[in-house]
Structure formats: C-alpha cells, structure tokens
C-alpha cells in the first residue's frame, strides 16, 4: 500500500531482474554495489555495468526498503 516507499519503475532487462535476484543491491548511499556471486561470466557482465551507479530511486522514502534488501542479500551470499 506503499507505493511512493516501495515502488521502483525500471526495465525487465538489467537492474531489475538482478535486484530482484540478489546479484545487485543499494547501498546506504544509493550506490549500486555486487551482491551474491554471479553463476556465469555474462552474468557478472551485466552486474559490472551498474556497480558504483546510483540508484535513482534510493532516496529518504526508500532507503529503509533498500536497507531490508542489502541485509537479506548480504547474509546469503558465500564470500
């Protein structure tokens, strides 16, 4: 019911589907940062393009969500 809060508009190929996936996550900053390792070398690809970009929609509104997500990201991932 949160849509301002939660919500983020974004393409299906690309941030999306890897944010979704835990390959990228938002830092407290909105910086793009790598997530859980990437299985093939495409994958990673895609994940290097968007490290260290910010993320439009990380803002005072959504950091918290943004912040649930780099937490469950960060405690599955294997390095």
Request: glycine share 12%.
């Amino acid at each position: 019911m949160d849509f301002a809060g939660a919500a983020m508009l974004v393409c299906a190929l690309g941030w999306n589907a890897l944010f979704k996936w835990g390959y990228i996550f938002a830092n407290l900053t909105g910086r793009v940062r790598c997530g859980r390792p990437a299985e093939t070398a495409d994958l990673q690809g895609g994940v290097d393009l968007l490290i260290g970009k910010a993320c439009a929609a990380h803002n005072a509104v959504t950091k918290g969500n943004f912040e649930v997500h780099r937490t469950l990201v960060e405690g599955h991932r294997n390095d």
